[in-house]
């Protein structure tokens, strides 16, 4: 499902870049988040599909704010993209207790929320059954904007207590 | 926060039922599945939670219909509760593939959703950072019911290959 060469669905694309072409869930994925014109800001358990980190990596690279918080348990983990995103200049925070930070969602624009089951790993994408839900009722995204905001602040090294 | 004793915001409650009775997002979450009157299709990843099974288990003795999906590896699991569901009579179906069913949502009455990170385990509800989202706008909660639907038959044991 992840296939980079282009499908039946694939439409013509004169550029040589690597993000998927195809028509599939996670080519319409990476087409919602390249969507993003100032924003993305990632809640994301285990993050570890190359596809999905260029694309946020290309988002950073065209100046859009991209914030991240992550688990800090999964984003040590062999194949983790948190590394690589962070070396790329990228915000990236974490928890500090012993509960999973489990979100799986993504704000965009402060907009559209994407959110579900899907952590962004290739086993999830390939394999797995999940679902995503693109939400942009405001009604609906101003919860998951505010628990950003409260993580981002919470997961503050500033504020980490020794 | 799954403290079945009153917390402040309790309310009077005559009844000696062990469900929990604060006001914490666990009861919220209860008293949402509690108001199913004919149906609850459930696909949960893990469940081990006993709170969120006795709830289950009290729609089936009220004759709402209850079906369940769950995942074979995690159905299995020390403290799972989809042994005793299916003790009490209720109809599970898990997935035969090699890839996880990490689904986690509800349909109450084929018209509200309930959705989210959250699995239905005991960890998720006392130390994790999840999310629930629920949702009765029809064009919302069509696709959830076309996948449980889907997932019902193709997991249905006289389906299978050997």
Redesign the interface.
Same mark, same amino acid.
């Given at each position: 499902a992840a296939a980079a060469a282009p499908g039946k669905a694939a439409r013509p694309c004169p550029c040589p870049c690597p993000l998927p072409r195809a028509d599939t869930s996670l080519s319409r994925l990476v087409r919602r988040l390249l969507s993003a014109r100032r924003s993305l800001d990632l809640c994301m358990?285990s993050f570890s599909c190359p596809q999905l980190a260029r694309a946020v990596s290309l988002l950073h690279r065209r100046g859009v704010r991209v914030r991240i918080v992550t688990d800090a348990q999964f984003m040590g983990l062999h194949g983790s993209q948190i590394g690589r995103l962070r070396h790329a200049g990228i915000q990236v925070r974490h928890?500090q207790?012993? =509960?999973?930070?489990?979100?799986?969602?993504a704000i965009v624009d402060r907009r559209m929320l994407i959110? =579900?089951?899907?952590n962004w790993t290739s086993?999830?994408i390939?394999?797995?059954?999940?679902?995503v839900?693109v939400?942009d009722?405001a009604e609906?995204v101003k919860p998951?904007l505010d628990?950003f905001e409260r993580?981002w602040e919470e997961y503050n090294p500033t504020n980490y207590s020794f």
């Open positions: 358990f928890d207790h012993s =509960g999973y930070m489990h979100h799986k969602f959110t =579900g089951s899907l086993q999830a390939q394999t797995n059954r999940e679902n839900l939400v009722d609906c998951f628990e993580i």
